[in-house]
């Protein structure tokens, strides 16, 4: 199974241009990365487990399916939120999980500051939500949490990522499934991804508002 997976379809793509772009206000922002991760979720489940089961629709019985186990979630703070809702309207019974790991805009190495996990993960598949794949850091350094706390399977969802990332992903952990909407050039001196999206937890979240917002 390959183990970078990056979405092709034209119309993902146009919902990403809008995303990317700077004039687009926080609330578009915050619908944008819902819809982009919807997909992302759609193309990352497609083998799940499942199991057969009969159900009865208004015609006749029949055979369906369901899922063995539920899948868990896991938001990187601040910018996995903005993923987390889309997450839990697919998985409404899902556990949830939080790793609060920010970048040293100095050093650019990841710092741990929070984690809320759940008890066992070794069953079940565990999806680590961060919109962004820049320097890889804080995604080695998320995962490399997650197999501490027993993860097995675990996938990356982000929407963008850089060639840098995903190799420093890549060499830290050769099982992990990393699923992007897009793999952009590469990083600036600064660690952004370029074309990139800018800082995506400032545009969800922003600090300072935003001009003439309503």
């Known amino acids: 199974m390959p183990q970078l997976h990056v979405c092709e379809h034209p119309l993902i793509h146009a919902l990403l241009d809008e995303l990317r772009d700077v004039d687009t206000r926080p609330s578009r922002v915050r619908m944008l990365v819902g819809q982009l991760?919807?997909?992302?979720i759609l193309e990352a489940t497609h083998d799940l487990p499942v199991r057969k089961k009969r159900i009865r629709t208004p015609v006749a019985d029949t055979e369906g399916v369901e899922l063995e186990t539920c899948p868990v979630g896991v938001p990187v703070l601040r910018a996995g939120l903005g993923m987390l809702?889309?997450?839990?309207?697919v998985f409404p019974?899902?556990?949830?999980?939080?790793?609060?790991?920010?970048?040293?805009?100095?050093?650019l190495e990841?710092?741990?500051?929070?984690?809320?996990?759940?008890?066992?993960?070794?069953?079940?598949?565990?999806f680590l939500l961060d919109p962004m794949l820049a320097t890889g850091g804080t995604a080695a350094a998320s995962i490399q949490l997650l197999r501490e706390h027993g993860a097995e399977k675990i996938a990356l969802l982000?929407?963008?990522?850089?060639?840098e990332g995903v190799e420093k992903v890549q060499r830290a952990d050769g099982?992990?499934?990393?699923?992007?909407?897009?793999?952009?050039?590469?990083?600036?001196?600064k660690g952004y991804i370029v074309p990139g999206l800018g800082d995506a937890g400032d545009r969800l979240f922003p600090v300072n508002g935003w001009p003439e917002a309503v």
């Open 110 to 126: 990841p710092v741990a500051y929070y984690e809320r996990l759940p008890q066992d993960l070794r069953s079940r598949w565990t």
């Open 85 to 89: 809702p889309t997450f839990l309207q």
């Open 93 to 107: 019974n899902a556990q949830v999980g939080f790793l609060g790991i920010h970048r040293n805009e100095e050093t």
């Open 158 to 163: 982000s929407l963008v990522g850089a060639p």
């Open 37 to 40: 991760a919807f997909y992302l």
């Open 175 to 189: 099982a992990v499934q990393i699923y992007l909407v897009a793999l952009d050039e590469r990083l600036n001196d």
